[in-house]
């Protein structure tokens, strides 16, 4: 089938939002099995979190949102790009002004009044969502890290009819059990079977989080909306249930995993395309390390004038892929890389080596520290020969083995303070705090 000219396409990305009580949204959202009423997530990136929306931390010297935006791009007659979350509308408003007027594209911060799932989000702004008569609608996760192949994926839809195709990917049988499991026709890539994070092994492809559908997914939520209702409505309560605290899902929260994609599974209604190339879920701040490294090389094949290069005589010594804000100060003797991204007004002094580290704004490194595996927060400075740093003891992606695996990661929050001749090591700094003495193993509150 080919595609119109005037065929108009919309994304959304799913933003997530900080806990609220203990009761609310969870931070993110792949698996909506992870979007229980009851989540914590919310905590998982601090101390990170503290000071920026999860969305708009930087990966790769991009806001972690960015990316999947910019992948947007690319879809063929893209009308416009919302944002779907919890976050004040305020934390967003300066980001969504900047990107729009960036890729000149249209994107719009969506604000929801509380959990109505990723397919209830969705279907919540409907109206707003087809303003512009779209044919097609993406759906993304924004703690997603990949390529992203959008337009090959829309292309494969158009193939295969129904009402959804979503993208996967092959992992090992032991990560596999961590997200959602699926079996597809090998000829057809229809969707057979899916289950959220089963017990037993079902298959070695998983949900990636990145989907795009026609409107009809719309009747598809409405429907679980009006079931479940009707199943209240018909429904006795027992005077015991009426006393507790209410624990049903209520109506227009919907998951997409469990209550449409394990439905319409073998119905000739959901398709998948397998992706080749990297993908991993930005959970924690040693994935969002992990994740930096991957977007820094794939900005060789997409993005060249990104990544910095030096010599060592005019600049520093660069080597592999390193990310440099036009604001940072860099002294032409230090060695840089691989896996480095330095944001605005750093300062990075004579004899300073940095490797697989991410150095936010205004961060000053004194000659002759030395950085890795480490992620530097907000005006935090490191005193002459320190080392902040970290040991990986296993370093293995979801791709290719253990998902559980520890990525070893020291995080200084905002404004921390090492002073000259301190050693920091795989320990995780709150903001504010000065370390006068040497540190291994330690959470510094």
Same mark, same amino acid.
């Given at each position: 089938?080919?595609?119109?000219?005037?065929?108009?396409?919309?994304?959304?990305?799913?933003?997530?939002?900080?806990?609220?009580?203990?009761?609310?949204?969870?931070?993110?959202?792949?698996?909506?099995?992870?979007?229980?009423?009851?989540?914590?997530?919310? @905590?998982?990136?601090?101390?990170?979190? $503290?000071?920026?929306?999860?969305?708009?931390?930087? =990966?790769?010297?991009?806001?972690?949102?960015?990316?999947? =935006?910019?992948?947007?791009?690319?879809?063929?007659?893209?009308?416009?790009?919302?944002?779907?979350?919890?976050?004040?509308?305020?934390?967003?408003?300066?980001?969504?002004?900047?990107?729009?007027?960036?890729?000149?594209?249209?994107?719009?911060?969506?604000?929801?009044?509380?959990?109505?799932?990723?397919?209830?989000?969705?279907?919540?702004?409907?109206?707003?969502?087809?303003?512009?008569?779209?044919?097609?609608?993406?759906?993304?996760?924004?703690?997603?890290?990949?390529?992203?192949?959008?337009?090959?994926?829309?292309?494969?839809?158009?193939?295969?009819?129904? =009402?959804? @195709?979503?993208?996967?990917?092959?992992?090992?049988?032991?990560?596999?059990?961590?997200?959602?499991?699926?079996?597809?026709?090998?000829?057809?890539?229809?969707? $057979?079977?899916?289950?959220?994070?089963?017990?037993?092994?079902?298959?070695?492809?998983?949900?990636?989080?990145?989907?795009?559908?026609?409107?009809?997914?719309?009747?598809?939520?409405?429907?679980?909306? +009006?079931?479940?209702?009707?199943?209240?409505?018909?429904?006795?309560?027992?005077?015991?249930?009426?006393?507790?605290?209410?624990?049903?899902?209520?109506?227009?929260?919907?998951?997409?995993?469990?209550?449409?994609?394990?439905?319409?599974?073998?119905?000739?209604?959901?398709?998948?395309?397998?992706?080749?190339?990297?993908?991993?879920?930005?959970?924690?701040?040693?994935?969002?390390?992990?994740?930096?490294?991957?977007?820094?090389?794939?900005?060789?094949?997409?993005?060249?004038?990104?990544?910095?290069?030096?010599?060592?005589?005019?600049?520093?010594?660069?080597?592999?892929?390193?990310?440099?804000?036009?604001?940072?100060?860099?002294?032409?003797?230090?060695?840089?890389?691989?896996?480095?991204?330095?944001?605005?007004?750093?300062?990075?002094?004579?004899?300073?080596?940095?490797?697989?580290?991410?150095?936010?704004?205004?961060?000053?490194?004194?000659?002759?520290?030395?950085?890795?595996?480490?992620?530097?927060?907000?005006? !935090?400075?490191?005193?002459?020969? !320190?080392?902040?740093?970290?040991? =990986? @003891?296993?370093?293995?992606?979801?791709?290719?083995?253990?998902?559980?695996?520890?990525?070893?990661?020291?995080?200084?929050?905002? +404004?921390?303070?090492?002073?000259?001749?301190?050693?920091?090591?795989?320990?995780?700094?709150?903001?504010?705090? @000065?370390?006068?003495?040497?540190?291994?193993?330690?959470?510094?509150?």
């Amino acid at each position: 089938m080919g595609s119109s000219t005037e065929e108009k396409v919309v994304a959304v990305i799913l933003v997530g939002g900080p806990t609220k009580d203990n009761s609310g949204p969870n931070d993110l959202r792949v698996s909506d099995s992870v979007l229980d009423l009851g989540s914590t997530t919310g @905590t998982r990136f601090r101390p990170l979190s $503290l000071n920026i929306p999860k969305p708009l931390f930087p =990966i790769a010297g991009q806001p972690m949102v960015h990316h999947p =935006i910019s992948a947007c791009k690319r879809i063929p007659n893209l009308a416009q790009v919302y944002l779907v979350g919890f976050y004040e509308e305020r934390e967003f408003a300066l980001y969504v002004s900047a990107i729009s007027n960036e890729l000149k594209v249209p994107v719009r911060y969506l604000r929801e009044d509380k959990p109505h799932g990723s397919a209830g989000g969705l279907y919540h702004f409907r109206n707003l969502i087809m303003e512009d008569n779209p044919s097609h609608i993406f759906l993304l996760n924004c703690d997603v890290c990949c390529s992203f192949p959008l337009p090959e994926m829309l292309e494969a839809h158009r193939k295969y009819g129904g =009402i959804g @195709t979503l993208l996967v990917i092959k992992v090992s049988p032991e990560s596999a059990s961590q997200f959602g499991e699926l079996v597809a026709d090998p000829v057809t890539n229809e969707l $057979l079977h899916y289950t959220e994070k089963p017990e037993t092994f079902v298959s070695d492809r998983i949900n990636c989080g990145v989907y795009v559908f026609t409107p009809e997914i719309f009747t598809a939520i409405r429907d679980v909306s +009006s079931q479940r209702n009707d199943t209240a409505t018909l429904r006795r309560v027992s005077s015991y249930e009426a006393l507790q605290p209410a624990t049903r899902i209520p109506a227009d929260f919907v998951r997409l995993d469990q209550d449409i994609l394990s439905p319409l599974a073998g119905k000739k209604q959901l398709y998948t395309y397998e992706t080749m190339d990297f993908w991993e879920q930005i959970k924690s701040p040693g994935m969002s390390l992990r994740c930096s490294e991957l977007y820094l090389s794939q900005f060789r094949l997409t993005s060249p004038h990104m990544l910095a290069s030096g010599d060592g005589t005019k600049s520093a010594i660069v080597i592999g892929d390193v990310y440099i804000h036009p604001s940072a100060k860099v002294h032409p003797t230090a060695k840089i890389g691989p896996n480095v991204s330095i944001s605005a007004n750093a300062r990075v002094g004579p004899g300073v080596r940095l490797i697989s580290c991410i150095i936010l704004d205004d961060v000053e490194i004194m000659e002759n520290a030395v950085v890795t595996n480490a992620i530097v927060g907000w005006k !935090s400075s490191i005193g002459r020969w !320190s080392r902040v740093q970290a040991f =990986i @003891t296993l370093l293995i992606t979801q791709a290719e083995g253990v998902y559980n695996s520890k990525l070893g990661v020291t995080i200084l929050g905002d +404004s921390v303070a090492v002073e000259d001749e301190v050693v920091v090591t795989s320990s995780i700094v709150l903001p504010n705090k @000065t370390l006068n003495v040497s540190v291994q193993d330690e959470i510094i509150l």
